[in-house]
């Protein structure tokens, strides 16, 4: 049982637009909300977190928008830059982030030049 | 550079054997969690521990266990291996778990089976 989805293996964006990445959940328990990129032979990076109390977190180029009543989150990158290719995973976790991380099953983003 | 420190980066032994994962949190950091990343499972959550005592439990096999030291290191052991343990095996830490901390990761340890 998947708790968080990510139905896109795949994402292909030009350099300068606007990726858009998805991830459902169905958990109604979750909480707290992160966005990690990781490349290959690397650990997973935190980018960015959404607490479920809020609708929309911003960190530079990177925006997380909450929609809890669709049980539906996404990350916006804006612009997109060719060093942004990388697998994006989406977590979720009850409580707050100290507590168990659930991962969706990633998303691959290629950004062309 | 994350600053959580794993160790080895790669493992490669057989069937049956004993093997010894070890972690390094980042400076400060009281929690650290284990995963499992397997082409088949993705990343999966093992065990949590917190200034020394477990805190968490996933879907840890009883062939495994973990355990943090007074220095705050941990070690992932993992004992009668199997083909399907074949595997990345990441490290995560953070400081206080009541806080929104994010966990950060470690470069993880390949572990194949032969």
Request: hydrophobic share 30%; proline share 5%; aromatic share 10%.
């Amino acid at each position: 049982d998947q708790q968080v989805k990510q139905n896109s293996p795949s994402l292909s964006v030009q350099e300068g637009r606007i990726s858009i990445l998805n991830c459902d959940y169905t958990n109604s328990m979750f909480d707290y909300f992160l966005w990690y990129k990781k490349y290959p032979a690397e650990g997973p990076t935190f980018l960015i977190s959404i607490s479920s109390i809020k609708d929309k977190n911003e960190d530079g180029r990177f925006t997380v928008f909450l929609n809890k009543s669709a049980k539906h989150l996404s990350l916006h990158i804006v612009p997109s830059q060719p060093g942004d290719s990388a697998v994006y995973f989406c977590a979720a976790s009850e409580g707050n982030a100290g507590n168990m991380l659930t991962f969706g099953g990633g998303t691959r983003l290629m950004v062309k030049p | 550079d994350s600053g959580v420190t794993q160790t080895p980066k790669h493992l490669i032994t057989a069937t049956g054997q004993r093997v010894t994962l070890r972690c390094s949190p980042r400076s400060g950091d009281l929690s650290v969690y284990w995963y499992q990343q397997s082409l088949d499972q993705g990343l999966q959550f093992l065990i949590q521990y917190y200034n020394g005592e477990e805190r968490a439990k996933g879907n840890i096999l009883e062939r495994f266990s973990a355990q943090q030291f007074p220095d705050l290191h941990s070690e992932l052991n993992l004992s009668s291996l199997e083909l399907g343990d074949s595997a990345l095996y990441f490290c995560a830490s953070s400081g206080t778990p009541e806080r929104d901390q994010p966990q950060h990761f470690g470069d993880g340890t390949r572990l194949s089976i032969l």
